[in-house]
């Protein structure tokens, strides 16, 4: 009898979710490569599409832990076949299958995080989190005694390959001696593997510990052995509160309303968007009390520069690992360049493989 | 439970009461899974209803479930002949990788080479790859009475770090900027879509390949041996059968359909290799080959339920804003019950006479 | 490397080999009464879970520990419902509890991502810390990781002192004669599940409690599958298993350190070591024919009919 009233309630439902789909609501949808409860990448992702729930006549959802494959594209497909008008994909490896469905779709608006390719409803974007980098890189060089400083890497793809170049640069940039060592943990959360990198990294001398990992197990490692360090994704000060110098962090809400305003508005049009800290997308947490005002006005001054369009990051020369110089004197690196970064500048000790 | 005995039947429970059993045993999965669901503040009963709709609901959803499905049967038919010998291969995932790994090496070193060539080599080479890392287990076994089930397991991570290590440096594509993924596969590397359907040739690698363990198990000898070495390896060694080179054998045929299945990933889904193509189907096979109690069959039916079960989750979270760890839930529940309900099937339940 | 690195690293290895070594003890426990637990990781992410919600509720990390272990045994009391009382299949209900623990850990446990609660820091033992070399290995570090190295010890007095240590590998060993001689098999496997879990929901709280003090999703990252391995490695013996616990900690310490210091290897064949020396050190101590101290039933229901 109670299967009999389950099977009732089942058709029953099904009418009713085919039945209500008429109101005219904006449906914007995400997809994300780890689950939000990462607190990390798809978490700040997330906090990026609260905004865009809290906008009047917009309702938004997500599908969470998606492998870059196959699933990618079905998981697409269908956030299109439901109405959804705007779709952002939040990973590489989202690039290809998103194509394929933009060119079925070309009323809805796809846009793709961290790729180079585009097409008419298709646009990309990705935040310039190597501005950041380079200002937290000054911090660490001049907070380092040692002049070596550790960070724990996850894969060496560009994206971080990038964040890396722009640290040690900017390290550099006000200490010529610092050296910045890399280790890969070839996983992006497993807290316990992240801390014990960066203990290793402490071992062989560093003093100051960056990351890029989405857990806090590093500034753990940190805090324990009484040295700095430098957090990622959002303010990590709690989990260190004597050794947590700042943190380079993400913050989508400003650009993730702005585009579902324009496609509402019928202004959208696909781009290569690269928005940075000129535009609020990344930024640095509020500085410990442990870093001097003289570094903090430092770094300051560095970022009103950037800001300002006056100073870029990777303007030659620079030279990678072998000496050999990769970006010619006075000569800024264009944009498709940083983004298939794949090897590192002089100063860092490590591979890229 | 104290009036209650528990009595062997004296002959196993038919279709009928089979299929009662299983239909309560996920009644009950999905009723724990709904009041888990309430708990979280989603209403069951639609909950559950997107959850169908979204495996089988529409000829979509079925198309989609049935293309997850073809690694996970491919895989699981190969695990499942392992295991009739009751040689214990947690290595599907190793092998999937090696074989994607074959089938690649085999298409970027020949991207002219003509289709009707081209697919049958890859698919040679796959084999042969994943058969290879099924070798060595058996071997280590064999020869040195080495657990197959710790060998097996620690290749699965070596396997996926060295594919991790071609896509990473010297198969990295240089277009890809820098991203870790070997080029596209020319045309005539990939397996194309049926039709307008979402649903690859592979299928019918499947059937085939599914009908042909069919009658391998059935009507050659060697499947023969296979099921009574299993049964009993000393009466198997008594009898003439020569154990150690069918541990070999079978470890290489596991190997070699999961490195088909890998070939079937790389070339037909993803059309080149990259990392994310490892998701743990190898894992999920042994789940599906023992649910289908090592029956082809019911390994093609198995697959094709837990795969839509997982594409169902994605709807769940899209519609409902489940999180994706329910699917976990679901899935492990189900297993549990229909496992438990398994119990009906050679025992019953009987009220204890009170003498 | 100077000294003091390598001394580092054997301390590395302790720490990072003491999870899975309470998770490998558990298991071996469990396997001794003749059950095949493949569910050590989803015990394990229930207890890192468990463990690090109640020591932020209650402020205690002892009581977090405890329950984390509490928890571990009511995961495996699963598996044991599933295949004492139903009969079913050992490694099918295993990996299902894998599946199942991952997915409740994640599900109930996103609200705690991002914050902290009390843990266990290093305390250097007195006297003991002072040795020279084995004292920064072993006795500077937290109160977990002393406890665990008295559990192997009184696990082997156990087995092979006491009556019930010798019932229990009775039941295991050879049931059918177990039950002739008067034994509670049944009873006997539910403890085998129970304190077996229990350690595994200990060795998961050891992540999140001391190792870092943190809890995020996928925290135990397949370190489950790792302890079933080395249960196999050990040949069944608590004293083994130290030694294989610190043995793959100790080499997933080093392949770091290698890249901290500067190689040019790969990181993927790096990561590859504690895998690929796991198998070899296996293959090398089968070749001596070393007895493997296997239960005869291990894996096998026992037919209910009375």
Redesign the interface.
Known sequence: MK?LK?VL??TL??F??TANAAEKEMKV?FVYV??????GYS?AHDLGRQAVEAMDGVTT???????????AE??I???A??GYDVIFATS??YMDPMLKVAKQFPKVAFLHCS??KQSENMGNYFGRMYQARYLSGIVAGKMSKSNII?YVAA????EV?RGINAFTLGAQSVNPDATV???????W?????E???A???L??G?DVIAQHQ????PQ?AAE?KGVYSIGYN?DMS??APKAHLTATVWNWAPYYTKVVEAVRNGTWKAESAWPGLAEGIVDLAPFGPMVPKDVQDAVNTVKAEIISGAKKVFVGPIKDQSGAVKIAEGVAAPDADL????WFVQGV???T? | MLHMRIAKRQEPLGLGGSCLVLVLALALSLALSGFLLFLGGTPPVKGLSTLFHGAFGSRWAFEDSVLKAIPIFLCSLGVAIAFRLKVWNIGAEGQFALGAVGATWVALSYPDWPAYFLLPAMIAMAAAAGGFWGLIPAFLRQKLRTNEIIVTLMMNYVAILFLDYLVYGVWKDPTSFGFPMTPAFSDNAVVGKIGSSSINWGIFHCLGLGFLMWGFLKFTRLGFELKAAGDNVAAARYAGIPYDRLVMLVMVMSGALAGWAGFLEASATVNRLQPSIMVGYGYTAIVVAWLARLNPLSIGIASILLAGLRVGVENLQLDLQVPAAFGGILEGLILLTVLAGGLFTHYKIERKRIR | MTTEIIISLLAAAVQSGTPILYATLGEIFTEKSGVLNLGVEGAMILGALAGFMVAKFTGSPVIGFLAAGVVGSFATSIHGVVCLWFQGNQVVSGLALTILGAGLANYLGTAYVGLSAPGFNPLALPVLSEIPVLGKIFFQQDLLVYFSYCIPFLMWLFFAKTRYGLSLRAVGEYPAAATAAGLNVLLYRWVGILVGGFFMGLGGAYLSLAYTHLWTTNLTGGRGWIAVALVIFAFWRPGRAVFGAYLFGGVMALQLRLQASGTQLPSSLLLMLPYALTVLVLVLSSWKKGSSDEPGALGVNIEPVD
Not at chain 1, 34 to 39: E, F, L, R, T, V
Not at chain 1, 214 to 217: E, I, L, N
Not at chain 1, 339 to 342: E, N
């Open positions: 299967m389950v309630l089942l439902s099904l009713l979710s949808g780890s689950p939000i409860g990462d607190a978490y959802s997500y599908v969470e832990s998606v492998p870059e494959g196959p699933d079905r998981v497909l269908n956030m076949r439901k590489f490896g790729g180079f550790g894969f060496p793809i560009p390959i060592r890399v280790v890969w943990t070839k996983t959360y497993d807290p316990a593997t801390k014990e990198a203990k290793s990294l071992d062989v560093a989405d857990s806090p197990g753990e324990e959002s709690s989990f983004l298939g970064m794949t000790v490590g591979t493989e």
